[in-house]
């Protein structure tokens, strides 16, 4: 069994930069991955076969890297917030991390590597401003960032790479929900004000990650026609300006934002948007392509805002280039759907992303696990199996069975098998992890139904470590009481 998407849509959406290329980009995720698809593959198969020219990494980690050397794409590397603070405190510590992560990638050092990696921005933290962290990031930003900019100085890098800071649109508020009455939190206008003289004094443009999918679950007035850029949504009056769609009055409320403190003129990045395809209701592979289509087709026309007419964001980046299993849910199951790819590499709908009227090409020659599945022995007693798949799911990715997700209409004992294998995959399908106290089988049939796929793990170095790693922390985040609730399983 392998990825098959032909069940959904994969009709071409008749749109190709062609003369009036964007920049667009994707931003490509492994941190968040209990089995990420090696950068080996990643790099030709999916980045360079569909002429992808940009891609917004969350880190600097040496095997990307190694992957992106020589191969001419534009590359924005990331800081983590838990970085900022002694960043922030130590400029000897921000030329380390320049020295690691950056200068080795340039000539004359880059030669080690096999070719120069274009680094073309720093993302000092990961939208550190959002509200929810309160002020756990907030002052150490412009300090780090300052330190960064510093060494990259002091590399004689400083006119090569540029530093930006990615915040969310939870930064910035508008009354009456009017892109004029924009403005910046009131708990971050002093700290958004430093920012703002330092990026604007380096030459750094604003940088914002917008989630026009949160927003429509979060926001009753918002109808999903707006949000899609359909032509028959209800547009929204603010004085002499007319909205369309969700996207323009977002960059609207992010100028005049910018505006009322004095930096109305900067050029904005979009670095993160995009729309999810399972663990929630409208998340859908039909639903997300009817989504990117309006968003490409309002890029490429080149429309620009109300407010910034025929100047559109600078540089687009989707979020994202492929699914990742560990992503926190504090928002939602989806979260660990955005892939315009599945986990391995391939197109779930398709949209134009350089490389215009062809159909995405998937990725090739992936290497998987053997073909077998963990599933409920039905011979057994089961009345205890419930407990057992919850518990599978707080160590697993059961979002796939959520409310309006692609396995939520499989009826019970379907789901417990669906737990069971998720577990049994995520720990490379060794034979006590489909043990369940003597309710798991193993088994060579596929188990998948419908649109449901019963994924089988890829064979990959990373997976173990990342396991290690991440497996604690995502075993806090989702309890298995929480897991019994909201998958059905009592």
């Given at each position: ?88 405190s ?18 004359p ?27 756990q990031f ?56 430093e ?27 918002l ?13 929204v009056?603010?004085?002499?300006n ?21 930096f ?17 209701v409208?998340?859908?592979p ?31 980046y ?10 926190g ?22 949209v ?97 139904m419908d649109?449901?796929?019963?994924t ?35």
């Amino acid at each position: 069994m392998r990825c098959d998407y032909r069940s959904v849509i994969l009709v071409p959406l008749l749109l190709s930069w062609g003369a009036v290329a964007m920049a667009l980009g994707v931003n490509w995720g492994t941190s968040s991955s209990s089995h990420p698809l090696p950068p080996s593959t990643v790099l030709p198969g999916l980045l360079k076969a569909n002429n992808i020219t940009r891609v917004k990494l969350s880190g600097a980690d040496p095997d990307v890297m190694a992957s992106l050397s020589g191969s001419g794409i534009q590359v924005t590397v990331g800081i983590p917030n838990e970085m900022l603070r002694v960043l922030s405190s130590s400029k000897k510590a921000a030329a380390s991390w320049v020295h690691d992560n950056v200068t080795r990638y340039f000539p004359p050092n880059s030669g080690v590597g096999g070719g120069e990696v274009r680094i073309e921005y720093i993302a000092v933290g990961d939208e550190p401003f959002l509200s929810s962290y309160g002020q756990q990031f907030q002052h150490f930003v412009v300090g780090a960032a300052t330190n960064i900019q510093l060494a990259l100085t002091a590399a004689k890098l400083a006119n090569k790479v540029k530093i930006i800071v990615p915040c969310t649109s939870d930064a910035y508020q508008s009354d009456m929900n009017l892109p004029s009455k924009g403005h910046f939190r009131p708990d971050l206008t002093k700290t958004m004000i430093e920012l703002l003289s330092f990026l604007t004094k380096h030459g750094s443009p604003f940088v914002v990650d917008i989630n026009p999918f949160l927003a429509l679950q979060q926001n009753k007035n918002l109808s999903l026609d707006y949000v899609l850029f359909r032509s028959k949504s209800h547009a929204v009056n603010d004085g002499h300006n007319k909205y369309k769609n969700y996207f323009d009055a977002s960059i609207d409320t992010l100028i005049s934002s910018l505006s009322k403190v004095g930096f109305g003129d900067m050029d904005i990045i979009v670095g993160r948007i995009g729309w999810p395809t399972d663990g929630a209701v409208n998340a859908t592979p039909a639903v997300a392509q009817t989504f990117m289509h309006g968003l490409i087709d309002h890029l490429k026309s080149k429309a620009g805002t109300p407010l910034r007419p025929k100047r559109p964001p600078i540089e687009t980046y989707i979020f994202s280039l492929l699914d990742e299993d560990q992503r926190g849910i504090t928002t939602g199951n989806y979260e660990r759907h955005w892939g315009i790819f599945t986990f391995d590499g391939q197109a779930k709908y398709n949209v134009d992303l350089g490389q215009g009227l062809k159909n995405l090409v998937n990725a090739h020659n992936v290497e998987y696990l053997a073909s077998r599945w963990c599933v409920v022995n039905n011979n057994k007693d089961l009345l205890n199996a419930s407990a057992s798949a919850a518990d599978a799911c707080s160590n697993a990715d059961c979002t796939a069975l959520s409310p309006g997700g692609s396995c939520f209409r499989i009826s019970w004992p379907g789901n417990l098998s669906y737990a069971f294998n998720s577990y049994y995959q995520q720990h490379d399908q060794s034979a006590d992890s489909c043990d369940f106290g003597g309710l798991g089988l193993i088994t060579t049939v596929d188990p998948s139904m419908d649109d449901c796929r019963f994924t089988i793990a890829l064979r990959t170095s990373f997976s173990s470590s990342v396991y290690e790693t991440l497996g604690m922390w995502w075993t806090i985040v989702v309890g298995a009481c929480v897991c019994s609730y909201l998958l059905g399983f009592t």
